[in-house]
């Protein structure tokens, strides 16, 4: 499985033209895939088009830390149409002309958090949380497997836009001929998921053109969620199963890979148990969702596989179930405990009878380590399937992978 393009657009091309912000950058992109595609096709089987598209909008187009560019609340949404088009652009070349003879699958992977309502009980938090989902996840993942953006995107970013005296909505507009293009470019969906927020209403102001303001709603995660080395990441098991029966629910039970999912420290440990607890928890929560749900998953990726280069905090926050010495300048690798939990589960296609966590009918307490287990499965089998691990490391830099962050 190989990803063309994991957030690093040439330098040259953010000069030339300003990057994912121009539609010049859509022939380009369809010219390095068909060269990838030539390339190494006769080996590759799975491709990714796109990692992560919204934090590429959202993160380098969108926030105010990065704002390199003069339109904000709009540059984003611009860089998000560009990088739809460019994806299907490179979906259409490898059917059109490479899948007959090297006969692989092609998809993109997007990342979302889950969105709890924050109270239940009340319905305009109930609305936000779903309105969070379409924002994060649907506003990729609805034109690729169901056509177009999301509606309650149109109408709240539209509303606002009017609002802020605009004559066309900050969010542009498909034509019917590239709805019907972008429709269905994906074979397999691919899911990159590590946690959850918790979402209440709020009524933001319509006068300053914002992604966060355009969802009118507030995100937080409750002080007792298990934490991690990273502030955004709280160990939430439960909110996997969710997720992924979103994912089936809305997009019509596609094939899911789960490209990402994993957890971060900072003191680098070599007895990393929360890794390891970890993954026992989310497996076991993907474990309900394939046998007890019949979601279709058939992949899970942890990230990853060793300790690297986390974008804006360095080499300050630590995934890998290998630890890398970063300050030797051959950075050797040392196997944490986590990777031998984990070589332990794909070896035995499952987990072992020592490992299983514990039969209970009550809910998971996420706040306690090890939390309380619920409602899991007693089945040992995680899946027919291989499970894999890997790290994206490479992105065949031919072309789009000159730039290192």
């Given at each position: 499985m190989v990803t063309l393009f994991h957030w690093d657009i040439p330098q040259a091309l953010e000069d030339k033209y300003g990057g994912w912000l121009d539609e010049k950058v859509v022939e380009d992109f369809g010219n390095y895939a068909r060269l990838c595609f030539e390339s190494f096709g006769d080996r590759v089987k799975f491709w990714i088009t796109l990692n992560e598209p919204y934090i590429v909008s959202r993160v380098h187009y969108g926030l105010w830390i990065n704002m390199i560019h003069t339109k904000p609340g709009q540059d984003l949404y611009t860089a998000g149409h560009n990088l739809l088009k460019g994806h299907a652009l490179a979906y259409h070349i490898y059917k059109d002309e490479f899948d007959a003879q090297q006969k692989g699958k092609i998809g993109i992977t997007l990342n979302s958090e889950?969105?709890?309502p924050k109270k239940p009980n009340v319905p305009r938090d109930v609305e936000a949380a779903s309105r969070a989902i379409e924002f994060?996840?649907?506003?990729?993942?609805n034109p690729v497997f169901l056509g177009d953006y999301p509606e309650v995107m149109k109408k709240s970013i539209g509303e606002k836009s009017k609002a802020q005296n605009r004559?066309?909505?900050r969010l542009p507009e498909f034509t019917q001929k590239e709805i019907d293009y972008i429709k269905g470019t994906s074979d397999f969906f691919g899911l990159n998921f590590y946690t959850a927020q918790q979402v209440a209403h709020r009524d933001l102001p319509d006068k300053f053109p914002s992604f966060v303001f355009d969802m009118d709603l507030i995100k937080t995660q409750p002080r007792d969620w298990l934490e991690s080395g990273s502030s955004w990441l709280k160990v939430v098991p439960w909110a996997f199963r969710k997720i992924l029966t979103h994912v089936k629910t809305k997009y019509n039970n596609p094939i899911i890979y789960v490209t990402e999912n994993g957890v971060?420290?900072?003191?680098?440990?070599?007895?990393d148990e929360h890794r390891i607890y970890f993954h026992k928890m989310y497996l076991n929560e993907l474990l309900k969702a394939y046998l007890l749900d019949d979601i279709d998953v058939r992949g899970y990726a942890a990230w990853s596989l060793m300790d690297n280069f986390e974008w804006q905090v360095g080499y300050t926050e630590r995934f890998g179930l290998y630890h890398v010495d970063f300050e030797n300048e051959n950075t050797p690798r040392t196997p944490k405990a986590s990777s031998v939990y984990f070589s332990e589960i794909i070896r035995n296609n499952g987990f072992l009878e020592s490992t299983v966590p514990p039969n209970s009918t009550e809910e998971t307490d996420s706040t306690q380590f090890p939390p309380t287990t619920t409602n899991n499965c007693s089945r040992l089998q995680i899946m027919w399937i291989a499970v894999f691990s890997a790290i994206f490391l490479d992105y065949f830099s031919t072309f789009f992978t000159k730039v290192v962050y």
């Open positions: 889950w969105f709890e994060y996840l649907g506003w990729f993942a004559t066309v909505s971060s420290d900072r003191n680098g440990s070599l007895v």
